[in-house]
Nanobody, 114 residues
Framework: VQLVESGGGLVQPGGSLTLSCAAS????????MSWYRQGPGKAREWVAT????????VYSDSVKGRFTVSRDIGKNTVFLQANLLKPEDTSVYYC????????WGQGTQVTVSA
């Protein structure tokens, strides 16, 4: 059972990135999937969630209107399209499932800086 995040990088303010989370070892469609992030010196915070079917999404106020979560059930992958990035979005981004969350993966670093 594993979650592997990728797609992070260095981007200028106002730029975009697409993060991916590849899941393996469990029935992907049975679980909601969420993105979280942890900025420097900060606690990990929830960012967005997508239902198992992909039909319902919810977002934190800090990213609503800028980020979009989606999933490809056939590829066991969840995505986070991050647009209009701000310096305060700089964090390590993680994914996890619910219920029955898994140990955290290595995450993917997003740095927003001019």
């Amino acid at each position: 059972v594993q979650l592997v995040e990728s797609g992070g990088g260095l981007v200028q303010p106002g730029g975009s990135l697409t993060l991916s989370c590849a899941a393996s070892g469990f029935t992907f469609s049975r679980y909601a999937m969420s993105w979280y992030r942890q900025g420097p010196g900060k606690a990990r915070e929830w960012v967005a969630t997508i239902a198992g079917s992909g039909g319902t999404t919810v977002y934190s106020d800090s990213v609503k209107g800028r980020f979009t979560v989606s999933r490809d059930i056939g590829k066991n992958t969840v995505f986070l399209q991050a647009n209009l990035l701000k310096p305060e979005d700089t964090s390590v981004y993680y994914c996890n499932r619910s219920p029955d969350s898994l140990p955290w993966g290595q995450g993917t670093q997003v740095t927003v800086s001019a």
